[in-house]
């Protein structure tokens, strides 16, 4: 079996945990408990028929000035960044967290979710900031409330970590 | 009165004379000797000198004597002669020594009673006077036994004090004196029996980096939580206890920690660790037992633990390992006599003992574990190691991409002078080293940060990486040592950060319609014109480097309307800009090459803005992306 270790990385009540659960217990709550340390959770995915176990280290949110928890990311095989779509420092602080993770996890493989998409009155985001994270490459609207994008967002990052076996 | 008896036995009489003076009366001669007149002249005959003067009859006595002795004369010569040559001379002795006492020593054990105290001064005298020598020669036969024996009697020592102690001052000792007092049974028996009850009911084996478990085993009747999510618990646990109580976690780190009546020990390995879930009080001998076992895993699974990624097949045959730490421990009475001695002076002077022991036993590890830690580091091969008393020495082969070694040593706590180090450069191929040595020479790309996985020899890049990188990447022909070919499939290309600006001014720019309708009006043209430029740019820039711009089209329509007619507005719209953009790259003097994706959603992707006019506006329109491909390399790509 391939286990494949991934950290959720964003600032406080962006909706890491929420993603988390949604993901794997197809849950979803309006109340917010502030994670405290990290959280463990795990799914087991198919990618083109090979199957890895996606173990999931939900940590507490963080802003970029203190950067304590930098060992729970390491070893991580892969990070997910997530931003909330309707608080936009949320989003632009995104990238010193991409520099925090890097310097303990190493370059591995990421994906960015603009999380809470369903809030669509409430959204901060202009097009043009949408486009600026876009080159960030894998990038993905997504909402925990109703599920949009969630899948496709952990397939997308699953499939980063399996790389496809050589001589196809 | 039996010795009464024997002394008049055996007393001759001459002696007897005055121990039986009261039964013989004293004028009484005991042996009375009569002169004998026949005797003397006989007497006389036999020691006469032989007179003077030359007597016929001597002369006769002489040929008698010839003739009667000569035979008896020759045999005692020859007698004497071998007498001679069986004397103990140095040289039959020699010849006959390792016989004589081979066959001595089968008879009885007086040889070797003879022989004892003087090898034993000779040993005595060869230890005074060359101590090194005779140690060198003992030590392989004592060492171990020495060691094995200390380790024993240290830990039995150690372990029962612990408790000992530990128990007469708690709450359960407390107790345990109750009811020492409650049945009769002794004290020390009441502890030792609870001490000594344990069930190990869950042995995980976990990847020390990435927290991921590598394999667990519990009793099979146990009831066990999801190993999965405690191995990453657990690991998280043991990062925070790092973060909080230490700089460095690698110094101590979390040994044991418990759980209401579980208590869990954690071994740590340089790659793995090792955590027992234990009901009850482990003694200190099932701690070794997992040391042992932490450090038989490294032993046995050194290149699967350097080389985990994730796939934990490698670690099946760790299973009989771990179970082999599963134990339990009943209630079982202690061992008659043995009592736990706890005068101070002898635990004081046990203690200066294990601690000088455990000193001169901590530098020879150290040393080894140095030496192994170098041996397990990819990119070094130790072919020679060295431990003086106090300088030591080192040769082997280092990559050059290998971390340096006396960075080791100086992590290890030796002072780097005394270490003499002599490496000769060499290729690696081990995979962390091959990657090292991509890394540097393919370079950073702008923007992104690539993942590199071996999969053989074939190199796999993963990420979303600047498109020209990728694409020079495709093309490269020469590889690193170790390295045939590569697999772009899981890298996504984006726009280089050189042509940041062409492509925002192209992304940013929005053809905006009436309602209704998809006719192009003026400011309609004087952004397709915009875009046109920034397209021919892009287009131009990126083709010289091998990657295709893919432009993208996306026409919407506002609110207002039905779905079906929204749907075939919005694709009209997109297809007209596309011809007018076709058109105005066609007038230029090169056509770039430009591939087209026009496509209507619709109301199904809108635009968010502040208010509903302005998201009316913002959605009649048709707006601009680039998608990128990298050109397959012309030519064969090497095997
Ligand atoms: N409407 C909506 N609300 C969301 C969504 N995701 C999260 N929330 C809410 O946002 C709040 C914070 O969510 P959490 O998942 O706890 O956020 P977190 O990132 O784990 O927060 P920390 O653990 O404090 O870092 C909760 O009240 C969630 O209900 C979403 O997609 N849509
Ligand atoms: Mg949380």
Redesign the interface.
């Known amino acids: 079996m391939i286990q494949k270790k991934v950290c959720m990385v964003g600032v406080f009540g962006t909706g890491k945990t929420s993603l988390v659960q949604q993901y794997v217990h197809t849950k979803f709550t309006d109340k917010y408990h502030s994670t405290v340390g990290v959280k463990i959770d795990r799914k087991v995915v198919s990618v083109d028929g090979t199957d890895v176990t996606l173990v999931l280290w939900d940590l507490a949110g963080r802003d970029p000035q203190q950067d304590v928890g930098a060992s729970y990311l390491k070893g991580s095989h892969g990070v997910i960044y997530v931003g909330d779509g309707t608080r936009r420092e949320t989003v632009t602080d995104l990238d010193d967290l991409l520099r925090v993770a890097t310097a303990a996890a190493g370059p591995v493989p990421s994906v960015t979710a603009i999380n809470k998409i369903d809030l669509t009155e409430q959204w901060a985001l202009t097009p043009e900031d949408y486009q600026a994270l876009v080159k960030r490459g894998a990038l993905f609207r997504t909402s925990a409330k109703t599920g949009e994008g969630v899948e496709e967002m952990f397939l997308q990052l699953a499939r980063f970590l399996i790389v496809p076996k050589a001589g196809a | 009165m039996t010795d009464v008896s024997a002394a008049s036995r055996s007393s001759d009489a001459p002696r007897g004379k005055g121990a039986e003076a009261t039964l013989t009366p004293p004028h009484v001669p005991v042996v009375p000797v009569p002169p004998v007149a026949g005797g003397a002249p006989v007497a006389a005959s036999a020691s006469a000198p032989p007179p003077a003067p030359v007597d016929p009859r001597v002369a006769e006595m002489a040929e008698l004597k010839r003739l009667l002795l000569d035979a008896e004369r020759a045999r005692l010569d020859a007698n004497e002669a071998r007498l001679e040559a069986n004397l103990l001379t140095p040289e039959n002795l020699a010849d006959r020594l390792p016989e004589a006492i081979v066959l001595r020593a089968s008879q009885d054990k007086q040889l070797a009673r003879a022989l004892a105290p003087t090898v034993e001064a000779a040993i005595g005298e060869s230890v005074r006077r060359k101590p090194g020598e005779f140690a060198d020669a003992i030590f392989p036969v004592l060492g171990p036994a020495i060691r094995k024996a200390i380790a024993e009697t240290m830990a039995e020592l150690v372990g029962s004090i612990n408790r000992a102690m530990q128990h007469s001052f708690s709450a359960r000792g407390l107790s345990w004196r109750i009811e020492s007092w409650r049945t009769g049974v002794p004290y020390a028996q009441v502890v030792i029996k609870h001490a000594l009850v344990y069930r190990v009911e869950q042995v995980f084996l976990v990847?020390r980096?990435?927290?991921?478990?590598l394999a667990q085993a519990h009793p099979p009747h146990l009831q066990v939580p999801?190993a999965?999510?405690v191995s990453?618990?657990l690991t998280?646990i043991r990062?925070?206890v790092?973060?909080s109580f230490s700089g460095e976690?690698e110094v101590g780190g979390l040994r044991t920690f418990s759980v209401g009546e579980l208590t869990v020990m954690v071994e740590q390995g340089p790659r793995a660790v090792l955590a027992a879930v234990v009901r009850g009080q482990a003694p200190e001998s099932y701690v070794r037992r997992v040391q042992e076992t932490i450090e038989g895993v490294h032993a046995q699974f050194a290149s699967a633990l350097n080389e985990f990624?994730?796939?934990?097949?490698a670690f099946e045959s760790v299973q009989p390992l771990l179970e082999d730490c599963l134990v339990t421990v009943l209630e079982t009475d202690p061992p008659a006599g043995k009592k736990v001695n706890t005068t101070p002076y002898v635990i004081a002077v046990a203690a200066v003992v294990v601690l000088l022991i455990a000193w001169m036993m901590w530098q020879s590890t150290r040393w080894s574990r140095v030496i192994t830690q170098l041996r397990a580091t990819p990119g070094i091969v130790v072919t020679e190691a060295q431990r003086g008393w106090r300088t030591h020495s080192v040769r082997g082969l280092r990559d050059p991409d290998a971390p340096q070694p006396n960075a080791i040593f100086v992590a290890a706590g030796y002072d780097s002078v005394r270490v003499e180090q002599q490496w000769e450069p060499y290729l690696s191929l081990q995979p962390t080293l091959v990657l090292k040595r991509v890394a540097r020479r393919l370079g950073a790309p702008q923007?992104?940060?690539?993942?590199y996985?071996l999969?053989?020899d074939?190199l796999?890049v993963?990420?979303?990486?600047d498109a020209v990188w990728l694409a020079r990447v495709a093309r490269r022909v020469t590889w690193p040592a170790g390295v045939a070919s590569v697999?772009l499939?899981?890298a996504?290309p984006?726009?280089p950060a050189a042509l940041?600006s062409p492509a925002?001014s192209l992304?940013?720019g929005r053809v905006l319609f009436p309602a209704g309708t998809s006719q192009l009006d003026d400011a309609a043209y004087a952004v397709i014109r915009g875009a046109a430029r920034q397209a021919r740019k892009l287009a131009s820039a990126l083709g010289a480097d091998g990657v295709s711009a893919t432009l993208t089209l996306t026409g919407r329509a506002d609110a207002t309307g039905t779905d079906s007619t929204n749907a075939s507005l919005s694709r009209e719209r997109a297809d007209r800009v596309r011809r007018a953009l076709e058109a105005q790259l066609r007038e230029g003097a090169k056509t770039p090459a430009v591939r087209y994706d026009p496509k209507g959603v619709g109301t199904a992707e809108?635009?968010?803005a502040s208010d509903s006019t302005a998201r009316a506006r913002m959605n009649r329109s048709v707006?601009f992306?680039v998608r990128l491909t990298i050109d397959a390399p012309s030519g064969a790509r090497p095997q």
Do not use: I, Y
């Open positions: 990847h980096e990435t927290g991921l478990l999801d999965d999510l990453g618990m998280a990062d925070f790092g973060d976690k990624e994730g796939d934990t097949s923007p992104g940060t690539p993942s996985v999969r053989g074939t796999v993963v990420g979303a990486l697999d499939r899981a996504q984006v726009m940041a925002d992304v940013s809108p635009l968010p707006s992306d």
